[in-house]
């Protein structure tokens, strides 16, 4: 992916997934499945994101693509 079509986004876990994956809801109510990116996978793993938790989600722009994303930060 390019980082010229990637867009950064708040989002709020609503769901975990199996296999490492989530469902966020953005704050204008969309919802997108995502995953972790590798550096969040070393540092924090699967065990310390709960349904709640505010994150920082990483999405392609162009719209055929929207509906994946990664979990690029948490917030605390």
Do not use: W
Not at 2 to 8: G, I, R
Not at 40 to 61: L, P, Q, S, Y
């Amino acid at each position: 992916m390019s980082k010229k079509q990637l867009a950064q986004a708040p989002a709020e876990i609503i769901q975990r997934l199996h296999g490492m994956k989530f469902k966020v809801k953005f704050e204008n109510g969309y919802t997108v499945n995502v995953g972790l990116a590798g550096k969040i996978r070393t540092m924090h793993g699967k065990n310390n994101f709960a349904v709640g938790d505010k994150v920082i989600v990483e999405c392609h722009t162009d719209t055929s693509k929207i509906d994946n994303g990664r979990i690029i930060e948490r917030k605390k």
